[in-house]
């Protein structure tokens, strides 16, 4: 018999170990893999590099020649 838990967002019931542990809306919750797809727009992973390193701007700086 699997343990199981309910997903937070549906409350579906369903075995532990697919459950992730991700973070939902700025919050921590575990989503069924169904609502993980349906979600991902709105999930992050915690443990997955951060987004916001896609600002690298050209240097208008010519001083280094
Ligand atoms: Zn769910």
Redesign the pocket.
Known sequence: MAVTAR?D??G?E?PIFRLAAVILDGKMAR??P??ASKYKDRIEMPYSPRADQGAIQPSTSREVW
């Open positions: 997903c967002c549906d579906e369903t989503v069924c169904s609502c």
